[in-house]
Structure formats: C-alpha cells, structure tokens
C-alpha cells in the first residue's frame, strides 16, 4: 500500500493506492457517515460497507444532473445531517462526482471521501479535487474545486469492472506516461500484458505511478492555469469525438491523443517511429486509434469546446516521449493539418 499526500489550497488530501477496501474503517472520522454509491457497486461490494446510511444511484452519466442533486440534499435532511457528517462516495467517476459536489456544498460544506472502484476514476477523476454535474448537454460546468480527506484505491476491485470500463482508464495512463516520462512509457510496454489481467505488483505499481503524475501536475496547479493544461492532452479533439459520437471516454481521448501525436509528426516534432511506438501502446490495451468519424461534424464540436480563445486553439503536442509543450494552432492550420485524414 502506498499513500500519497497531494497538497490542495484548502485541504490536504491523502491517496491510499493499494489499500483494502475492509481497512475503510481505519480512514473514517468518527462522525455519522453517508454513503453514495451506485448498484453496480452495492450488487458486489455491499458486505464490506462500513456503518452508515446509503442513497444508491442508477449507474451512469444521466445520474450527473441537478435535480439528482437535490434529491440527495433532501435525503440527507431528511436524515439529520448536519455541519459534523461525513459523505463516502463509492464508486467510479460518477460516484464521485456527485458525492464531492453534495458535500462541498451541502451546509457550505461537509466532510468527505472516496472509495474509488474504476480505473479510470482512480488514476484520474479522485485527484485533483474537482467534481461537478451536467446541464443541457454541457459536461461538468456545474461545479466546485475541493479536495476529499481521503481517496482509498483498492486494485482488486478493479476485477469486477467490465473490461470496456478497463480501457477506459488504461487511456489515462498512457496520456500520464507521455506527458511525463518516457521511463514510465516505457515500463507500460513491459507490463501491458500484467495490466491487462490485473497482476500484482505491476497493477498496483503501474496505478501508483499514474496517479503520482497527476498528483505532481495538480499539486503545481490546482486552478488550471498553466502545468495543469497537459493533463488535456489528446483531449481537445477526444472530447469532440466524445460529444459528437457518444464514443466513452478513454477511447475518444484514444483517438485524440493519436490525433496529438499526428500533428506533432507532422509539424516534424517527432519521428514516425515515436508515432508508431505510442499508437501501438494504444492498440495494445485494446483502445482504438481511427474510427469512422464524420470529421466535419467533430471539427465543428472542438470549435464549440470552451478551450477555443479566438482564432486559434490551445493544442497540447509532444517533442518527444515526456516531452509535452502547448502550441496556440490557428484553426486554418488545424483544419490544414487534419483534414486529410492520412
Ligand atoms: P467512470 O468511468 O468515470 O469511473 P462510472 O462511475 O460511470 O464512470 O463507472 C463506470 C461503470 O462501471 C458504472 O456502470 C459503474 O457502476 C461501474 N463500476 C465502477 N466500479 C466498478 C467495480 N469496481 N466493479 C463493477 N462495476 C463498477
Ligand atoms: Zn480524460
């Protein structure tokens, strides 16, 4: 087990990567506990919850809206919580989410932690301290900066995750291996195959490394102005796949990071070689890297994306393996650069 600190503005929050989910008790407050989860996560983890009361949501990104939101203040009403309560989210992004957005604005703010169950939320969503809910179509813009007590990432939990959910969050991996260090890139390609059936120590190791990477980058950033940009790689083209095609996640920022690393080639930042190196990665963890898009309609929903500043996009590229730098691309260029799908 490997634990953490990550230094927030307001707070300190602890990663415990690696700990069981039994060991819980050990990290709760002595406080009245609310629990949030979804019956996924109840239907196989109920018997180790520890002693307090549960609103259970449906699985899924319909769950992020307001009106989920309040549904959970009133419930907690309903059952006295006050000032000295503390929320316990368990789950994968969604979970947490909404459970960090209900408890950071809940009496102004109450206690909280996560119990992160998919990979994708262990190695990206529960660290950084953000958390918020949808609205019309628009992807968290309802939301607060605050950073739990504690974050518990039990990598066995991870087995019951449907292997889609899995890939999802080998994205993020890869994403933090490029941008940080081409040792770790390097040590992806050894362990692909222990990643991919959750062996230990490379699984636990491998979560470790990736979370220490954003961990570093939000610690320098917590308000998103400059470090905290690369953390977008392949994500400024991946969210358009993302909301033009419902694609999940971790495979649109798949796409997009090949997109990335396309434009870098192109822009002769690196070689054909480190090209092929990084796609191959992808593919190996089962992530695609070319779908059919309708390239038309996914450009005009990246220019719609609030990372736009007038003529030109913020477009995070790499030099090198662990090299990232953040090039402003005219969308002239962009349209240049990419339109010819070759
Ligand atoms: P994210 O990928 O952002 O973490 P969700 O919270 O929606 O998104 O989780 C993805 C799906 O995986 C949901 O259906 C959730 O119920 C399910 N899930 C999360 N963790 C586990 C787990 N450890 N075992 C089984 N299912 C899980
Ligand atoms: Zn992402």
Redesign the pocket.
Known sequence: MESIEIKGKSRNSTLLIGEKFENIGKYLPRKPIYIIT?S??LK?YEKDFPNGKSYIIN???ESKKLSRIEDIYRWMLNNDANRGCFVLGI?????CDIAGFVATTYLRGVEFGFVS??L??QVD?SVGGKNGVNLDGYKNIIGTFSQPRFVLCETQ??R???RE?LS?GFAEMVKHAIISSKKLFGELENDCKSLLSLTEPQATWHITESVKVKARIVESDERESGLRKLLNFGHTWGHAVEKSTGMP?GKAVSIGMEMACRLSMKKGFISSDTYLRITNLLKSFGLPIRTNLNFKTVFEAMLKDKKRNSNSIDFILIKDIGSPVIEKISIAELQQLTLKND
């Open positions: 979804d996924n996560i196989f699985p899924g990104e789950g994968g992004g969604v979970v169950t998919s994708l939320s969503a939990m991870l019951t995750l449907p959910e999802n996640h």
